[in-house]
Nanobody, 121 residues
Framework: QVQLVESGGGLVQAGGSLRLSCAAS????????MGWFRQAPGKEREFVAG????????YYADSVKGRFTISRDNARNTVYLQMNSLKPEDTAVYYC??????????????WGQGTQVTVSS
């Protein structure tokens, strides 16, 4: 199965930037997607951004469009989340995920341990 390790979280002021990384190892699906989710204390987990690996197509939650960018490095089996113009409401634990993709649907099946992002007022 696929193992995922997130890194790059930290504390920033509102308006600042962070870049998260997610390194993947182990077997992968022929057609799969990788993505980012987040969960704030007492809140439900929510989708943030995703990428269809082979096609390179990306998709974002409305709350982060224009501020966050997902990208990949094939040689390093790594996906990134560049977060700009951060807001206090972006504070959460961010999780990397992977799963098989067919068309517009992804069955998220493997998850990383998470990395904390805190945005101060």
């Amino acid at each position: 199965q696929v193992q995922l390790v997130e890194s790059g979280g930290g504390l920033v002021q509102a308006g600042g930037s962070l870049r998260l990384s997610c390194a993947a190892s182990g077997r992968t699906f022929s057609n799969y997607a990788m993505g980012w989710f987040r969960q704030a204390p007492g809140k439900e987990r929510e989708f943030v951004a995703g990428m269809r690996w082979s096609a390179g197509s990306t998709y974002y939650a409305d709350s982060v469009k224009g501020r966050f960018t997902i990208s990949r490095d094939n040689a390093r089996n790594t996906v990134y989340l560049q977060m700009n113009s951060l807001k206090p409401e972006d504070t959460a634990v961010y999780y990397c995920a992977v799963g098989p993709n067919s068309g517009s649907s992804t069955s998220w099946s493997s998850w990383g341990q998470g990395t904390q992002v805190t945005v101060s007022s």
